[in-house]
Every structure is written in structure tokens, then in C-alpha cells.
């Protein structure tokens, strides 16, 4: 048997069909950089319009590639429902509600921080749980006790912007195209780290797992235009200073969210740490973070790149709750604010 995952929390529209073993029978993503980018960020209104426009060939797509027969072959549909941004995940709950009456099949609601999480899971015969989960992206910086699957404690996370969210601001403050995370980890690489002395909000507080990223960004802003009001959007930069500045920026950040895990490492006594979101594909954070759990010890589990970002395979997170029945009702409504666990 075999399970249809939708993914629509933000701005990537996403279905795939995965067989009880987790094997993937197909999968599809349709983007939305186009329509976002006049605007360098995400416009909610937008991403729900686009969602609307994408959901049914995207489902059409996997359907017909799985080659499966839906009412014979699926064992249920599952939809994520929470966190995200609220009319997307609408859109991708009522096509999942519509398909769920259509084939006669029963509904999973799917937590989408924790399938980020579940992506570790993926090509893996032995359980990932327990371990510490961190979730680092766009919209989420978030670390957790993972009890299991469904199962977890929130241990603490960013109070301001989300680390992905950090990145795709400071990109355009030096200039690069939408979005930035990626474009700015390029420049980062042709730069000197050392070269700028950025903040590291709170790493040093060690009463707390919680993090922050407004300032950093801030700093940043300052480097440029001073403490005035002058607009970095005028500004002239050089290479070297874009590269330094990108190189200088990335290391704080990673340092932050590095120094976070190995305090939660230390405080919960987990011997592994699992990471997954858009930001886990950033080549310096994976490597600072293999750096500190090898010193500690610890086994380091991260989503594979191709799955860090908003995709439906992490949607065989909905096979834990298919194995214990544990459905939802068709009134079911989405959730939209931030995972706390127990």
C-alpha cells in the first residue's frame, strides 16, 4: 500500500507517493520563486492564489507516474495542516479533504516540523528516535526533545527571525537576487569570515536554547550605512566587501545555531542530533555541525539536501500515524502558529 502526501505551508507546492517501506513511487515540487521575486520574500496572499493554480496538476502528476490505482492502491491521504502560513495550508487541506471523499480514503494530518525532522528518517532501517531535532529554515529555528515520531518537547527557538529568514534579508541588503540563502552562501565562500566582527546574540547565555537573529541582521545593516537612516539600497559595493560581509554573516549564524545544539545536546543527555529545513543544506553549517558532534561524540543525522527544503517526500512521517490509526476527521482545521509539544 501507499500513502499521497501534500505539502502547501508556504510557498512550494508539493505531492508524493511513498510505499509503506518509504520507498518513493514519485514525487513533485512546483515552485513559486517567479512570483515572489518582484517582492524579495514571500506575500502570503500570493503563495495561497499560486497554490491554487498548481495543486491539482502537481496531484494529477505524481498519480499518473506512481502509476498507482488510488481507491485500490492508497492507504489513506495525508496533508499537512501546521505550522505554515494559513491560506496555503488551506488550500492543500481541502484538496486532500476532496480526494479523501472522492477515493473513499481516510485523512492523515501531517506536522510539517516534524516531517522536516522525519526526512532524517528516510533510507534509515533504525529508528531516529529519541534525538534531539532541530529545525532550521526560513520560517523556523526551532530545537526539540523527539520523544518519537509525534512525540515532542519544545526546548526553545529563535524570539525573532528565523535563522533562513536572517540569510534571505541580509542577501538583499548586498545586493543578490531572490531568494538570497542560497546566493549568499556562494558569496560567503569567495570571502574572509574574520572580516567583519558580527554578534553572536545570546550563544554565550547558556540558561537558555533559545536564539536570535534581528540583531545580527541589524549589525549587518550597520556595517553598511552606519547608525544613520541612509538606504543600503543606494549604495555602491565592491566585490570583496559583498563576499567579506556574506562570509562574515554566514559564520555568525552557523556559530549561533551550532553552539545551540551542542548546549542542547548537553542539557538533555540525547546522543543524537537530527536536522533537517531549507537552512540544513548549507554546506558550512553541516560541517560545523559534524566538527561539534564528533567532539562530543554524538551521531549526526541531516536531511538529505534534496530534502531539506519544502518537498512531500517527508510526508512518510503519515505511515507512524497510519500504523496506529490514528486518523482525522474531515473537519478537520489547520493550525497555523508555531509546534510547543508537551
Not at 93 to 109: F, G, I, M, S, T
Not at 205 to 232: C, E, H, I, P
Amino acid at each position: 500500500m501507499n500513502v499521497l502526501a501534500i505539502e502547501t505551508t508556504c510557498d512550494e507546492t508539493a505531492a508524493a507517493v511513498i510505499t509503506r517501506e518509504r520507498h518513493v513511487l514519485a514525487s513533485a515540487v512546483a515552485s513559486q520563486e517567479e512570483v515572489h521575486e518582484r517582492f524579495q520574500g514571500v506575500v502570503p496572499e500570493l503563495a495561497a492564489r499560486a497554490h491554487l493554480e498548481r495543486i491539482v496538476p502537481i496531484l494529477r502528476k505524481v498519480v499518473t507516474e506512481s502509476g498507482i490505482q488510488p481507491t485500490r492502491d492508497l492507504a489513506a491521504i495525508a496533508v499537512a495542516t501546521e505550522p505554515g502560513l494559513p491560506g496555503s495550508l488551506l488550500v492543500g487541506l481541502a484538496a486532500a479533504k476532496a480526494l479523501c471523499v472522492a477515493w473513499d480514503k481516510p485523512l492523515v494530518a501531517i506536522n510539517h516540523v516534524q516531517a522536516h525532522i522525519y526526512a532524517c528518517q528516510l533510507g534509515r532501517a533504525e529508528s531516529i528516535f529519541p534525538c534531539v531535532g532541530f529545525v532550521v529554515s526560513g520560517g523556523h529555528t526551532n530545537l526539540y526533545h523527539c520523544h518519537a515520531a509525534n512525540r515532542w518537547k519544545y526546548l526553545g527557538g529563535t524570539i525573532d527571525d528565523a535563522v533562513g529568514e536572517a540569510f534571505d534579508k541580509v542577501a538583499v541588503m548586498i545586493g543578490l537576487p531572490y531568494p538570497g540563502g542560497l546566493h549568499l552562501s556562494r558569496l560567503a565562500a569567495e570571502g574572509d569570515a574574520t572580516a567583519f566582527a558580527l554578534p553572536r546574540p545570546l550563544l554565550k547565555d547558556r540558561s537558555t536554547l533559545n536564539m536570535s537573529f534581528s540583531g545580527l541582521k541589524t549589525a549587518v545593516r550597520y556595517k553598511l550605512t552606519g547608525t544613520g537612516k541612509q538606504d543600503f539600497r543606494a549604495l555602491e559595493l565592491s566585490e570583496e566587501l559583498r563576499s567579506n560581509l556574506a562570509a562574515s554573516f554566514q559564520q555568525a549564524a552557523v556559530d549561533c545555531v551550532v553552539g545551540k545544539a551542542e548546549l542542547a545536546l548537553k542539557q538533555t543527555g540525547l546522543r543524537r542530533l537530527c536536522v533537517g529545513g531549507g537552512v540544513a543544506a548549507n554546506d558550512l553549517l553541516r560541517q560545523d555541525l559534524a566538527t561539534m558532534t564528533e567532539r562530543l561524540g554524538v551521531e549526526l543525522l541531516i536531511a538529505p539536501k534534496d530534502l531539506c527544503t519544502d518537498n512531500a517526500v517527508m510526508g512518510a512521517i503519515a505511515w507512524e500515524k497510519i500504523d496506529q490509526q490514528d486518523y482525522s476527521p474531515l473537519d478537520i482545521d489547520i493550525h497555523p502558529g508555531l509546534l510547543r509539544g508537551e
